[in-house]
């Protein structure tokens, strides 16, 4: 094991950058410590972070010793101390999100390359296991990789592919003294009974050790994975986001496969933190195929809209819009040179003279993007939301114009059209609406004129 770090620094160290090590004091990370301290080929600057967790009574003594330890070799020492009755939920999540997020304000505020762990291949059979049990997609049955990146920061695992009993070995050859943590035996926690039951029970009832099988099914995993991230590689430029939320455009390509989609789905609900179920994943991919038009799921705080081979991804935010919109009620357009909120939209308006070739339309894809505008005869006009049955020039409903459209139905209330009078009840007529694309009237070249731009604002 002597070059095992020294090989690993040569592929992931950039040369400068200082690394940060946690110790637990347990023997994988110990073990780790004193292999990079004894790694004189390629020697990056070192510091140590420790989490006590508060569970035991030895955890502020053991502490202590790791603190020693580490100005003994001129380590800068970094320590976090958890009070496991301020934590909410599952203690090993609970800790687990303590521990990335004190790993990430470190690496923010001294400029480390990376957090190296002293995960090994024992941890990656549990690993895949557990996923193997929770039904998890299969490139996601990788488990674990040397380096990852979690939340913009880097993680190494130089002994991931390194048996426990290797490292145990290791301990005893160099005669070093971890910490017994008799937590990790615990089996009220999920990764203990893994380890002390259900593993040992797998390989006695198979008849022999389970944990490299899975180990190379993580490994299949990982390749299988990055042959379908190429496969779908040309899809990237498919994905928009904008302060809507996010869309993925394949009307002009779609995967013909059934398992890139999915892959493809996955990577584009994953990129913006959102985790589908496999019934909502599975809806989704159904709906794409059938090119089927206007559908919604929820999930979360998000809101997935599937229309004609699009799936746009809302906020939150978005919904709250809606409910606190004006609604049916009629807002004055501002007057030239003044500006107004409507729900999340910016109005401004400018007066200005016709030219000779009538101005740009924005259509629905435009008011995805954020903006909407027009230029009008001058006049009074008033903005509100449209309803279905409202009368368009002609005495055709708008809904009939955006059906035939195929304007996205989500987006028809996001947006407001524009009316030349305020009726007190029966049906409103519309001068014009922002998502067709369509020029309902005229303007005369050179005549005075009102430019109305809506931006919207989150």
């Known amino acids: 094991m002597k070059d095992l770090i020294y090989h690993f620094l040569q592929r992931q160290w950039d040369g400068i950058s200082p690394v940060l090590i946690a110790v637990s004091g347990g023997p994988d990370s110990l073990a780790l410590l ?25 955890s502020r003594a053991e502490s202590e ?4 330890l580490a100005k003994e070799h001129k380590i800068p020492f970094h320590i976090q101390r958890l009070d496991p009755s301020q934590l909410k939920g599952n203690l090993e999540a609970a800790c687990r999100e303590e521990r990335l997020n004190f790993f990430k304000t470190l690496l923010k505020s001294y400029n480390y390359q990376a957090v190296v762990l002293g995960h090994h291949s024992d941890d990656q059979a549990e690993t895949v296991l557990k996923k193997l049990f929770e039904y998890t997609a299969i490139p996601a049955l990788k488990g674990m990789q040397e380096e990852s990146i979690h939340e913009g920061f880097v993680l190494w695992r130089p002994l991931l592919n390194t048996p426990k009993k290797e490292i145990l070995k290791y301990i005893n050859v160099h005669d070093l003294k971890p910490f017994d943590d008799v937590t990790n035996r615990d089996t009220r926690f999920l990764r203990a009974r893994m380890r002390e039951k259900l593993l040992p029970e797998l390989s006695e009832l198979f008849g022999k050790d389970i944990k490299s099988a899975l180990c190379r099914i993580g490994h299949d995993a990982t390749d299988f994975s990055s042959y379908l991230d190429k496969k779908i590689a040309i899809y990237s430029t498919c994905i928009e986001e904008n302060a809507f939320g996010s869309k993925l455009d394949l009307r002009k390509m779609c995967p013909e496969e ?23 994943l599975q809806t989704s991919l159904t709906l794409l195929m059938k090119n089927a038009a206007n559908k919604q799921i929820k999930s979360g705080n998000h809101l997935l809209h599937i229309d ?35 729900a999340d939209w910016h109005v401004s308006v400018t007066q200005g003279i016709a030219a000779e070739t009538p101005s740009y339309t924005t259509d629905w894809e435009d008011v995805w993007d954020g903006v909407a505008t027009v230029t009008l005869p001058l006049g009074q006009y008033y903005l509100a939301n449209a309803a ?7 005495n055709s409903p708008i809904s009939k114009l955006w059906n035939n459209l195929k304007v996205p139905t989500f987006l028809r209330d996001r947006v407001p059209v524009v009316l030349n009078h305020c009726p007190h009840e029966g049906k409103q007529t519309i001068v014009h609406e922002f998502l067709s694309g369509r020029r309902h009237f005229s303007t005369i070249p050179g005549c005075k004129v009102l430019n109305l731009v809506l931006i919207r604002k989150v």
């Open 388 to 394: 279905p049955n409202d009368q368009f020039p002609g």
């Open 65 to 68: 010793q790791l603190e020693a």
């Open 34 to 58: 004193h292999m990079f301290l004894h790694e004189k080929r390629l020697h990056p600057t070192l510091a140590i972070a420790h989490i006590d967790h508060g569970w035991r009574k030895e």
């Open 258 to 280: 059934t398992l890139e989609l999915k892959h493809l789905l996955r990577t584009f609900f994953k990129r913006y933190g959102l985790q589908l179920s496999l019934e909502a």
């Open 308 to 342: 004609r081979k699009i799936a746009f991804l809302t906020r939150d935010i978005d919904l709250k819009g809606i409910a606190t919109s004006p609604s049916r009620d009629h807002i004055p357009v501002p007057a030239p040179g003044e500006e107004l909120q409507w």
